[in-house]
Each structure stands twice: as structure tokens, then as C-alpha cells.
């Protein structure tokens, strides 16, 4: 059995945190405005979050300790969060985040932002669609939620960039 590097479980335990997270931001906050006039559940913020941090956690754990992950995170959903919202999440979740690796895997050999988009373009529409129709019985938020977790698969491809463009300079 192969033991992740410090890195990988940091990756692992902040991906593992943003599960319950989401669901009790949405339980505590409602929804949030994302941008544009768009609202969403105020989980968006951190399921878009988790989706690139599933692909960081891929990257330094590999796939069996993400999949560990996604079963402890919702886990800890279960018993930290409303069941309902729970339930949905879990769901939305393992249906994303299978979608994610099957896009994910083939891509990433053309390079890890690539991979990184396409794999969340396709994990954050399932997991919206899903989420919102078991969650709230509802795709009133759907714009939103594709805009919110948009965000942040940007923002975190720009940062991975910004550190492997500064990790180059100061080996170079």
C-alpha cells in the first residue's frame, strides 16, 4: 500500500473538509449571489472548490485515496449536515465525481489544466443538476451553480499556473 506524500494528504484532508463544508453552508447561509445576477446554494463556493481539489488529490494521493475521500466526506456529511441535503450530495457527488475521473484519466496525459477543465466542466453539470432537482426539488439555481463552481475551477487552474510559473523561475 502506498502512503501519500504530506502534500497528498493535505490535498486529501482539505478535499475531504469541503464536503460537509458545502452542506453546511447551504444549511446555514441559503444561497449566495455568485456573479452576474445569479444566485446559488451557498455550497457552490466549496463543491467547486472540491472538484479541483479532487483532481489535486489524484494527482499527489492517486485515485484509491481520492475514492477513500469521497466516502469519508460523505460520511462526515451525514453527520454534520440536514439528511435530505446529505442524501442529495452524496448522490450528486458520486455521479460527478465518477464522470469527473472518466474525463479526467484519458485527459491528463495532454496536461493537468486541460484535464482539470474538461473533467469539471462535466463533474460540476452533474453535480448541479443533481444536486439541485434531489436537494430542492428545483433547477431555479442551476445558472448559478455552473457559474459559481465555474469561478472556481478558474481561479484554481490560475493559481496552479502562477505556482508552476514561479516553481520554473526560481529553478531556471
Known sequence: MNVPAPAGIATLLAYIATIPAANLAVTHFG???????YAAPAGVYMVGLALV????ARETAGRNAVLAAIAIGTVLSYLLAD??????SAV???VAETLDFAVYEPLRQRGLPLAMLASNAVGLLADSLLFLK???NSLTYLPGQILGKTWMTLAAIAVLALLRQRKNATTA
Open 31 to 37: 444561497a449566495v449571489p455568485v456573479g452576474f445576477g
Open 53 to 56: 481539489l479532487r483532481d489535486l
Open 83 to 88: 439528511p435530505t441535503l446529505a442524501t442529495a
Open 92 to 94: 450528486a457527488f458520486v
Open 134 to 136: 434531489l436537494a430542492f
